[in-house]
């Protein structure tokens, strides 16, 4: 089983709809985790942390919960140019290596 | 330089050849790390350095060499190349491990 899972989709909304994306992870000392979001054959770039308390940033809400092990990523009001693959991430292991999720891809239509 | 920068862009490489995959950041970051990405299966991490001097082993580093002789460059290097070892790699850094890592642009390669 891998350590960060995500459903791959794909995700075909339309735009202005909201979408969330869920992600587990098994290992449970992990201590941080972000989202990440990849746009074809480029770099991931980091899209934005996840606190336990819960963050928010614009238009992106980012949730985890501990107790289930699972991050959330809720998207509102959905752009054209949001369409990526997104990326969740936890650390792992004694080094505290970051682990990422396979991905899951949005794609919003107009 | 700003950021972190990968080299070659891209690189096409006959099996058993030895290929050094180049990594340099100007963050003055102390965590760096090599991944690679394959349809379907992800980021994977092949080695990574907490710290200048030390380096430790990812998920996939069979086939894979890495050194850290100073903060800013983390090369990778194939010493026998395979086909199975075509791929995207991606080198990134953080400030400190398990932070927000930075990405650089990649580096596609093919071994035929």
């Known amino acids: 089983r891998k350590e960060v899972e995500q459903d791959p989709g794909p995700f075909n909304v339309p735009e202005g709809a909201t979408v969330a994306f869920n992600c587990t992870y098994s290992n449970s000392a992990s201590q941080s985790f972000f989202w990440y979001r990849q746009d074809c054959r480029k770099e991931p770039k980091l899209l934005m942390s996840?606190?336990?308390s819960g963050n928010e940033d614009g238009r992106f809400t980012a949730q985890l919960n501990r107790a289930s092990q699972y991050i959330s990523l809720l998207i509102r009001d959905s752009k054209l140019s949001d369409s990526a693959t997104y990326l969740c991430?936890?650390?792992?292991?004694?080094?505290?290596?970051?682990?990422f999720g396979s991905g899951t891809q949005l794609t919003v239509l107009p | 330089i700003a950021g972190i920068t990968q080299a070659p862009t891209s690189q096409i490489l006959a099996a058993g050849r030895r290929m050094t995959l180049r990594c340099t950041q100007d963050?003055?970051?102390?965590?760096m790390y090599w991944y690679r990405q394959d349809l379907g299966l992800g980021l994977r991490l092949i080695h990574y350095s907490n710290t200048a001097g030390t380096t430790g082993k990812g998920e996939v580093p069979d086939g894979y060499s890495v050194s850290r002789a100073n903060t800013d460059d983390f090369p990778l290097t194939l010493a026998s190349a395979v086909p199975s070892q075509t791929s995207v790699y991606f080198c990134a850094s953080s400030t400190l491990p398990g932070t927000e890592a930075f990405f650089g642009q990649g580096t596609r390669l093919t071994v035929v």
């Open positions: 996840v606190y336990s």
């Open positions: 991430v936890g650390t792992s292991g004694s080094a505290r290596q970051l682990t």
């Open positions: 963050m003055r970051h102390n965590a």
